[in-house]
């Protein structure tokens, strides 16, 4: 599953949201963008964008959206998937944000790289303090 939601740009602020691909409105916009932030956490982002994990298996992507609002400002676009997400989900629902695809591919590919290193870290300083143990142990 994808949401994705994202502040108009004109007056009114009008939002679009896209579920698995397909532009929403009304009645299951407000249920999609409710449900969107229910999952969010407290959020301290001192980024522009990127990629965080968020609960039960979700992950939220937040990139700034190249057109400006009417004062100028650059909007957020939420995103949040889960693993079934498949790539043409993906791009047909950045593609109705109005948002780069590869941009995406960027911030997730980033944060893929990033958790593997902390993975591979936290594995790596379990094995040394195992080595320590024994090594006092059978000393």
Same mark, same amino acid.
């Given at each position: 599953?994808?949401?994705?939601? #994202? ?15 397909? &532009? ?8 999609? #963008?409710?449900? &969107?932030?229910?999952? @969010? ?12 994990? /968020?609960?039960?298996?979700? %992950? ?17 676009? @939420?995103? #949040?998937?889960?693993?079934?997400? %498949? ?6 629902? &950045?593609? @109705? ?19 593997? /290193?902390?993975? &591979? %870290? ?6 040394? #303090? /195992? ?9």
């Amino acid at each position: 599953m994808i949401i994705a939601t #994202i502040q108009g740009a004109e007056e009114g602020f009008e939002h679009t949201t896209v579920i698995n691909g397909k &532009l929403v409105k009304g009645k299951e916009e407000n249920e999609a #963008i409710n449900k &969107l932030y229910e999952m @969010l956490p407290r959020l301290n982002i001192n980024d522009d964008e990127g990629v965080i994990k /968020v609960k039960n298996g979700y %992950t939220l992507c937040y990139m700034k959206h190249e057109k400006r609002d009417i004062s100028n400002r650059r909007r957020t676009a @939420l995103i #949040i998937y889960n693993n079934e997400v %498949t790539n043409d989900e993906m791009q047909k629902t &950045l593609k @109705l944000m109005g948002l780069d695809y590869e941009k995406w591919q960027e911030l997730h590919s980033k944060y893929k790289t990033n958790t593997s /290193v902390k993975t &591979l %870290t936290s594995i790596l300083v379990a094995i040394v #303090i /195992v080595f320590i143990i024994f090594y006092f142990i059978n000393k």
